[in-house]
């Protein structure tokens, strides 16, 4: 059976960064749950389909296909046989990601997905929902978190590195606590530590000192 370690928290606290790091230490498969949903916001307005509008998101929902596929270490995503790329982390998805998020048939889809992924192998799953809905039962269950303004910096100097930084650093830093307010409030898979994570502050630490800490508490979990 598939080892899965999940990992959660809010935008900007190093969930990618560090799963990429202890997936490629232990051998484990890095799946960005993220990203699924930036791909079902994506096609959302690709589609001309009003994102503010759950009931036509949730029928919409259905026809989105995504191929899964294990790719140099990591769960590659494609739509209709063509990677996103880029275009998923841009402004207007950020704009309404979590919104589409919010909807039920939305998340049952990219839920359904992610458990299918155990077929591939041992997985790092990082995410806002996977210690708590998706993977509740994995014994390697943790929450990352970070203060909004090292994260807001964090964000900005990705999006810089990217060349896709049009913001500044007060307005990404009100993007992240805005899209925060709407990932711990929604009604279906809210975000929250879950019962019996490790919660992991990475303010004032280096990337290296939180992989650190996670393999320790992993390597505890599956003995």
């Known amino acids: 059976m598939a080892k ?23 051998g484990f498969l890095h799946v960005d749950s993220g990203a699924l949903y930036r791909i079902m916001t994506w096609q959302v307005l690709v589609k001309n389909v009003n994102p503010e509008d759950p009931e036509a998101v949730a029928a ?41 998020a919010t909807v039920k048939a939305v998340r049952d889809k990219v839920t359904d997905l992610l458990r299918g992924m155990t077929q591939y192998g041992d997985l790092v799953v990082e995410g806002r929902d996977i210690t708590t809905a998706v993977f509740p039962d994995s014994p390697a269950r943790f929450y990352l978190t970070a203060s909004a303004e090292a994260r807001a910096r964090r964000r900005q100097k990705e999006e ?3 060349g896709i930084a049009n913001q500044t650093a007060e307005a990404v830093k009100a993007s992240l606590l805005a899209r925060d307010a709407i990932d711990s409030t929604r009604k279906y898979a809210p975000l929250r530590k879950a019962d019996g994570a490790i919660e992991i502050d990475s303010s004032d630490l ?13 390597h505890e979990a599956f003995g």
């Open 160 to 162: 810089v590195e990217k």
């Open 4 to 26: 899965v370690i999940a990992i959660d928290g809010p935008s900007g606290a190093g969930k990618s960064s560090v799963s990429k790091l202890v997936g490629k230490a232990l």
């Open 60 to 100: 919409f929902a259905p026809t989105v296909t995504i191929e899964c596929r294990p790719e140099n270490g990591a769960i590659a995503y494609y739509v209709d046989g063509e990677a996103p790329g880029e275009r998923i982390r841009l402004p207007e998805i950020n704009a309404h990601a979590s919104q589409v």
């Open 206 to 218: 280096t990337l290296d000192e939180v992989v650190a800490l996670v393999l320790e508490k992993v």
